[in-house]
């Protein structure tokens, strides 16, 4: 045999008779959205009706828009109709029978070249009205066409993929869509489920829709108001339609753009109950009205969801799988945009009542400090907002902090991360005029390295990781005694105890211990990571010489009284680390002991 080199050019060839089972099957994953699909036609048909109403003079005007839902047990129909624009037996022709050949577009592309406007239309891709298939065994529509001297015509169609059409008696220009629903999707007729469903779908198509003679839908979405026309009153009431019975939000963001690309929507930041609660957000997706989904993962930056509210992006297609957005130019731009609205809102909210601000701060600040650290962008943007308690009573941003201590601190920002544990050092600066910021949220230790990175001339140094300047009396030219460290080592029968001898502003502190920022930062890393490392412990211990005890110390040691001086310098000792962290156990134990023991000497001597 011989083999050609010719190659073999031809066509895939598609058997039509397996084609529904397979629409059915996968094209659309949830049962329900016949709704939107069905309604989303009705509302274009009313839309294109009123569109060339305005352009072409047509035999009778259409009335106010209507769609109606009616479900009859009996019979097991749900019937959909619309008074738009009809359909001859030529259009059902061409955009029935003719699967994934969109009527919508072709109408798009006629009637709005020309024009900037936005044409309402929803539909995209001519596949929506197959969805009826997914609930029915059998479809049937029943239209007029708006057409001069029309002829109404009745299509049906099996699910199958042969038809039926003839000729019927209609009274009104429009369509009813009439669905045999199947015994599996009986719920569906159930008045209120499609009642849901309208809400769910339909809430804020521009016509009136209605189940069974009443009005479901709410017809006015907040967002394609100017935002200057909104008053507060009415965010917090659309909020409240979006997501009732919530507390109210803190503040939010109204989204409107039309250039380069179409963006509306209200973005609102909620009231959070504690730090970490935060994957409650919830922003519903829409697409010219009708309700398309929860899932706004790639719209919406990561960092961003806590956010609730809607948006309405009419360029995302409605039918296709959005497992790719992420890597979609138009989603891209859409989210940096979001990113860059809500850090202006931010600094509009700073710069216009920092007080107010300051309020909501606590809400929002994990989510800020983890968007800088992920998003460049918004780190440029916000990084002079971000507010740190201090020790003055006063919230402030870094750089006021840094402006403010330049002179005593330089570009070291001094930081107190246990308001229990660190009391002490707190006091200690606050007596030497020193400001304290306090950072103490989960988030806060890996932020603080964050912005070391980006600003590698500012140090955040921990009260108790060493001693600032301003707390040693320069002015005391008392050299440091060489005999305390060894005192203390003897004393504590702690052969490698850090000792530092310093002369303190401040003589009623006998001793402070220091852990080490490193070390400290370690520590904390690994309880976050949930594997607390035993012995990450950098200790040293300052002995204050301008301190009466200490003194004390020395002058019993010189006079040989040593067992009184060791009792003294344990004592110094469990002192100073009773300001990080409780004694515990043997330890509380000793020390109780010893403290009876010494004021027993005290009461002898009296
Ligand atoms: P798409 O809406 O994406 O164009 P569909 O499959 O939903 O695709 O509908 C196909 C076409 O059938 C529509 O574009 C429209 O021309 C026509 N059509 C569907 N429903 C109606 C209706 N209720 N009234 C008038 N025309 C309709
Ligand atoms: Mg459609």
């Known amino acids: 045999m011989t083999t050609s080199t010719e190659p073999i050019v031809g066509n895939i060839q598609i058997h039509t008779d397996n084609i529904m089972p397979i629409i059915k099957k996968w094209l659309y994953s949830e049962h329900e959205i016949f709704v939107r699909e069905l309604v989303s036609n009705a509302c274009d048909a009313i839309t294109k009706l009123k569109t060339i109403a305005n352009r072409e003079s047509i035999t009778h005007a259409p009335a106010e828009g209507l769609i109606t839902l009616t479900s009859n047990k009996e019979a097991k129909t749900i019937t959909i109709s619309d008074n738009g624009l009809g359909m001859d037996a030529e259009e059902i022709q061409k955009y029935i029978n003719q699967i994934a050949f969109s009527g919508a577009e072709e109408f798009v592309k006629k009637y709005q070249d020309s024009e900037s406007e936005k044409s309402g239309i929803i539909g995209h891709f001519g596949l929506g009205f197959y969805s009826a298939f997914i609930v029915s065994n059998t479809v049937e529509i029943k239209t007029l066409s708006y057409k001069p001297n029309a002829q109404a015509v009745l299509w049906s169609c099996d699910g199958s993929t042969s038809f039926s059409i003839s000729q019927t008696e209609k009274e009104t220009v429009g369509t009813d869509i009439i669905l045999h629903i199947s015994e599996e999707n009986e719920a ?265 990175s980006k600003d590698p001339t500012i140090k955040f140094t921990s009260v108790d990781a060493n001693l600032s300047d301003q707390l040693l009396d320069s002015t005391n030219e008392t050299p440091k005694n060489e005999a305390l460290p060894d005192i203390f080592k003897t004393a504590l029968n702690q052969e490698n105890l850090k000792v530092q001898v310093e002369n303190l502003k401040s003589d009623s502190v006998s001793g402070v211990i220091l852990e080490s920022e490193q070390m400290k930062r370690l520590k904390e890393m690994s309880i976050m990571m949930r594997q607390p490392l035993p012995g990450l412990e950098d200790y040293t211990l300052v002995v204050n010489q301008n301190n009466p005890v200490i003194q004390t110390i020395l002058k019993l040691h010189s006079d040989n009284k040593t067992e009184l001086a060791h009792l003294l310098s344990q004592q110094v000792y469990d002192l100073a680390m009773m300001s990080l962290k409780p004694l515990t156990g043997d330890k509380m134990q000793a020390f109780i002991t010893r403290s009876n023991q010494l004021m027993n000497q005290l009461g002898g001597n009296a």
């Open 188 to 452: 569906y007729l159930e008045e209120q489920k499609l009642k849901d469903l309208v809400t769910k779908y339909a809430n804020f198509l521009p016509y009136d829709i209605q189940v069974n003679g009443v009005t479901a839908n709410n017809k006015h979405p907040l967002w394609i108001k100017q935002p200057n026309e909104v008053t507060e009153q009415e965010y917090k009431d659309f909020y409240q339609t979006l997501f009732p019975f919530s507390e109210p939000p803190l503040f939010w963001i109204h989204l409107n753009v039309d250039h380069p690309f179409n963006l509306k929507g209200i973005l609102y930041f909620p009231k959070l109950a504690h730090e970490l609660d935060s994957a409650r957000g919830d922003v519903k997706l829409f697409c010219q009205q009708v309700f398309v989904s929860d899932n706004v993962k790639d719209i919406i930056p990561e960092f961003l969801t806590l956010l609730k509210g809607a948006i309405d992006c009419p360029d995302i297609p409605l039918n296709v799988s959005r497992s790719t957005l992420q890597n979609d130019p138009y989603v891209q731009k859409i989210s940096k945009h979001i990113v860059k609205k809500v850090a202006d809102k931010l600094n509009e909210l700073y710069k216009a009542d920092k007080a107010n601000f300051e309020t909501f701060w606590e809400d929002i600040h994990p989510f800020i400090k983890y968007g800088m650290m992920n998003n460049q962008d918004f780190y440029e943007k916000v990084k002079d907002i971000v507010l740190f308690k201090s020790s003055n009573g006063q919230s402030t941003s870094l750089p006021e902090y840094l402006e403010r201590n330049k002179e005593k601190l330089e570009r070291k920002v001094l930081y107190c991360s246990n308001k229990d544990t660190q009391a002490t050092y707190v006091a200690m600066c606050q007596e030497q005029g020193l400001e304290v910021l306090f950072i103490h949220a989960m988030i806060d230790s890996h932020f603080i390295q964050f912005l070391e």
